[in-house]
């Protein structure tokens, strides 16, 4: 199970840190990944991590302004988002990918999923 926390709505230029607990698998075995999505458009890419955090990616929409990270021992993965822009708004969403070894883009490489979070930019 994935739990996401830590939306909300913010001003055009601030921060948010959104949160992703796991539970009921080994959590260091998993690629974790955060996606976002707007409605009517399909589900987008965003961060990705490997198993013990030595490799990342990002979509180069938010490269260079947000930041995943992961705690094993907490069995948690972090969303830090700084400049935050109006078309960051989206339901951000948590996934994990326990057969990768390799950082994914691809969502459907991911088992499971969280319930999502809601971003709100306002300019």
């Known amino acids: 199970q994935l739990l996401e926390s830590g939306g909300g709505l913010v001003q055009a230029g601030g921060s948010l840190r959104l949160s992703c607990a796991a539970s009921?698998?080994?959590?260091?075995?998993?690629?974790m990944g955060w996606f976002r999505q707007v409605p009517g458009k399909e589900r987008e890419f965003v961060a990705t991590?490997?198993?013990?955090?030595?490799?990342?990616s990002y979509a180069d929409s938010v490269k260079g302004r947000f930041t995943i990270s992961r705690d094993n021992a907490k069995n948690t993965v972090y969303l830090q988002m700084n400049s935050l822009k109006p078309e960051d708004t989206a339901v951000y969403y948590c996934?994990?990918?326990?057969?990768?070894?390799?950082?994914?883009?691809?969502?459907?490489?991911?088992?499971?999923w969280g319930q999502g979070t809601q971003v709100t930019v306002s300019s």
């Open positions: 996934a994990a990918d326990f057969g990768g070894f390799l950082v994914t883009r691809t969502s459907s490489d991911y088992d499971y």
């Open positions: 009921g698998r080994t959590f260091s075995t998993a690629v």
């Open positions: 991590i490997s198993r013990i955090g030595s490799s990342t």
